[in-house]
């Protein structure tokens, strides 16, 4: 962390400039208010007020979504990696359905499922999918065969190799793609709160915007921004962790 002193000096820079573009009406102040003005709304917000209040509903829908799609998409994925069948019969729908936009379903999942929390983790979990999906399998058939093949060698069953060499191996490829759809999860939760929310910091930042009252809305959005690095933070400590069995470390 001490080791990315310059971009975190570049923040610091570019806010105070934005302070100063401000404060001397360089930029419009009514529409981009002084820092000093969001940081007093964002603490006044963040101290049990309403913007803390939506935390908590984004946070449930990008974990519940999130933790679905992993519980399904490794288990596929190295399934798609190890049987030539399982892939021939998922690949075609994978790359049909993988390029639509997950924002594209949001009509679609609120006809069947209507506006509450299944149709935002529903989405999510759309949206998180197919990076750990694929990347899992990527990881699967990047395995050296020959580790495969010295296990079945000391009679290791195909199911066992499957668990014990081929998941822990494919594991930096799974990591990768479950970080990816994090950061992914974050942007569909808070876009499906916009179009179709009453709660969550998405919807908070919308209703701020409608009836003008800017600093609050800039928090909300830097709350996002808090938000993300923090949760990739996290998952980067998560990541060094479980891969230090590698001998390198995850910078975080």
Request: glycine share 10%.
């Amino acid at each position: 962390m001490t080791k990315r002193w310059p971009g975190f000096l570049l923040i610091v820079l570019l806010l105070i400039l934005w302070e100063v573009a401000s404060a001397e009406k360089w930029i419009d102040p009514v529409s981009m208010p002084r820092i000093s003005v969001i940081a007093a709304s964002w603490i006044e917000n963040i101290g049990g007020g309403p913007l803390l209040k939506s935390l908590g509903p984004t946070l449930w829908r990008i974990f519940v979504g999130f933790g679905l799609a992993t519980l399904v998409a490794v288990p596929v994925g190295l399934l798609m990696g190890s049987v030539p069948f399982v892939y021939r019969l998922l690949e075609p729908i994978t790359e049909f359905v993988r390029p639509i936009p997950s924002s594209a379903y949001i009509p679609v999942a609120i006809l069947f499922l209507g506006i509450d929390n299944e149709m935002k983790i529903f989405v999510v979990f759309l949206a998180c999918i197919f990076p750990i999906l694929l990347n899992t399998y990527s990881g699967v058939r990047s395995v050296d065969q020959v580790l495969i093949d010295t296990g079945r060698t000391f009679g290791v069953s195909w199911l066992r190799a499957l668990w014990s060499i081929v998941l822990p191996a494919s594991l930096p490829n799974i990591l990768t793609g479950m970080r990816i759809s994090l950061g992914i999860s974050l942007i569909v939760a808070v876009v499906a709160e916009m179009i179709a929310g009453s709660s969550g910091i998405g919807y908070f930042i919308l209703d701020m915007q409608r009836v003008f009252r800017v600093p609050e809305m800039f928090a909300g959005i830097f709350t996002l921004g808090f938000l993300g690095f923090l949760i990739n933070f996290l998952f980067l400590k998560a990541e060094g962790y479980l891969l230090r069995w590698r001998g390198t470390s995850v910078e975080a």
